[in-house]
């Protein structure tokens, strides 16, 4: 490779590891996207290619920097949608200092610009919807923020109310007593919160009533004061449902509410409370919504895919329906 072909970047050690990755997997990754060498010789990063591909390469470097620059740690998805961004020549975010301070994990800082948009509503506003396809990192950035605020005492206690669909009106005949039931339905709630604060702070909390996990039924008939409320895969919950938790909200209390609108688990797909509350709620005072689409898709790559063709054939129904009926009517 001639000269004119290289490119050297003078990082530091720290970006220049990430940008290996471990046994050089995120070399490997930004030289498949943009058919460039990646070479960490020590102070710095060079880039072996053409002009073009140097500069795409180099942008998602620009990202990757960046991110650590705020204070996070920089993993294979993070890499990926440094490509992404560097394929869409977004420009690099500025550094953002301090991310979710928490106990077990340094900090938990946002991987997509609508993730940053999300933070930064759940931290100015009341009540938050965050609504978008799986693997979008709703609920979990929901749960690093409610369990922030818990570490730092600005809120007593951290309440997820999650619907458990499938059990419905069959909940009674299920064996064990009224935990064993409905736990497999809140067990994801559960794995996110041990891996946020360690498995020994989360039961000490929980013990004391300080983190607790239950079906959105068992809101009913309480005023939640001074917590931080999530209500996961709302789209299962009931308009009915909706309106009791939304208005379960006491004194120096705040809540996030999280779902895909497309995957309603309900019987009948318009009970579902979801997109009722975000139609009839967006532009109160003190009410944001956040939405999310496939290319915010922060799990295995392949996710985003497996979104974007489900919506495509979403699209197309929606589509045929709309031409039958117009022929319906001539």
């Known amino acids: 490779m001639s000269p004119g072909h290289e490119e050297f970047l003078p990082l530091t050690d720290e970006v ?34 053409d002009a073009k591909a140097r500069a795409a390469a180099k942008r998602a470097i620009e990202h990757l920097a960046a991110r650590l620059a705020a ?22 975010p500025h550094p953002r200092k301090g991310g979710l301070a928490l106990g077990r994990r340094a900090t938990v800082a946002a991987k997509t610009e609508a993730q940053h948009r999300y933070l930064e509503l759940l931290a100015r506003n009341d009540l938050v919807f965050g609504v978008g396809p799986a693997g979008t990192g709703k609920t979990f950035l929901a749960v690093a923020h409610g369990v922030s605020m818990l570490l730092k005492g600005e809120v007593d206690r951290l309440i997820v109310a999650r619907p458990a669909v499938e059990a419905g009106e069959r909940l009674g005949f299920l ?21 946020l604060v360690g498995r020994e702070v989360l039961e000490r909390r929980r013990d004391k009533g300080e983190i607790e996990v239950a079906p959105i039924a068992f809101m009913r008939g309480r005023t939640l004061s001074h917590a931080y409320v999530i209500v996961d895969e709302a789209q299962n919950a009931t308009r009915l449902q909706m309106k009791m938790v939304l208005t379960r909200l006491g004194e120096g209390s705040r809540m996030a509410v999280t ?72």
Request: aromatic letters at 4%.
């Open 71 to 92: 204070g996070a740690e920089v993993a294979e998805s993070d890499v990926r949608q440094a490509l992404l961004a560097a394929r869409q020549e977004t420009p690099h």
């Open 175 to 195: 064996p064990g007593d009224m935990k064993e039931k409905v736990d497999p339905y809140l067990m994801p709630i559960w794995e996110a919160l041990g891996d």
């Open 16 to 49: 220049a590891r990430a940008v290996a990755g471990p046994k050089s997997r995120h070399a490997a990754l930004i030289e498949d996207a943009f058919h460039v060498l990646v070479e960490t010789p020590g102070g710095g990063v060079r880039l072996s290619g």
């Open 259 to 330: 779902g895909d609108p497309s995957q309603v688990d309900l019987a009948q797909q318009g009970d579902s409370g979801l997109a009722h509350a975000v139609r009839l709620l967006e532009g109160v005072e003190g009410v944001a919504v956040a939405r999310f689409q496939a290319q915010d898709v922060v799990r295995h790559p392949l996710v985003e895919r497996i979104v974007k063709a489900y919506d495509a054939e979403g699209a197309r129904a929606a589509k045929r329906r709309k031409n039958e009926s117009d022929d319906d009517q001539h």
